[in-house]
C-alpha cells in the first residue's frame, strides 16, 4: 500500500486546514486509518483514527473537538481537518494503515504503512 498525505502549510493560530491522505496499491476498505504527528524532539502521537466503515473515531485529548476524521472508501482517501489551530499543533503528520481490522473497529496501535508526511506549521 502506498500513501500520499498532502493539504500541509503555514496557518496562523485559530486558522484551519484539511489534510489529505491517498492510498493506493490495496484494498483500501480492508484498513482502519489512522493519523498521526510528530513534532520535533518529540514522539510521534496518535491524533485520530477511523474504522474500516467510517462509523467510529478516535481523537487524542489533545485535538478532541478541533480536529476531525472521516473517509470515503470509493476515493480511497482519508482526510483530517484541522480547525482552531494552536502553535502546538506544528508538527509533521502521517497517515497510516491499520490491517486486520473488523468493521468497526477503531486502533491505538498495529499500524503498517506509512506516508511520507505532510508539515503543519502554526504560527502564534
Known amino acids: 500500500v502506498q500513501l500520499q498525505a498532502s493539504g500541509g502549510g503555514l496557518e496562523q493560530a485559530g486558522g484551519s486546514l484539511k489534510l489529505t491522505c491517498a492510498a493506493s496499491?490495496?484494498?483500501?476498505?480492508?484498513?482502519?486509518m489512522g493519523w498521526f504527528r510528530q513534532a520535533p524532539g518529540k514522539e510521534r502521537e496518535l491524533v485520530a483514527a477511523?474504522?474500516?466503515?467510517?462509523?467510529?473515531?478516535y481523537y487524542a485529548d489533545s485535538v478532541k473537538g478541533r480536529f476531525a476524521v472521516s473517509r470515503d472508501n470509493a476515493k480511497n482517501t482519508v482526510t483530517l481537518r484541522l480547525n482552531s489551530l494552536k502553535p502546538e499543533d506544528t508538527a509533521v503528520y502521517y497517515c497510516?494503515?491499520?490491517?486486520?481490522?473488523?468493521?468497526?473497529?477503531?486502533?491505538?496501535?498495529?499500524?503498517?504503512?506509512w506516508g511520507q508526511g505532510t508539515q503543519v506549521t502554526v504560527s502564534s
Open positions: 497510516a494503515t491499520r490491517p486486520r481490522a473488523i468493521a468497526s473497529g477503531i486502533y491505538l496501535d498495529g499500524y503498517e504503512y
Open positions: 496499491g490495496g484494498t483500501f476498505r480492508n484498513y482502519a
Open positions: 477511523i474504522s474500516r466503515n467510517g462509523g467510529n473515531t
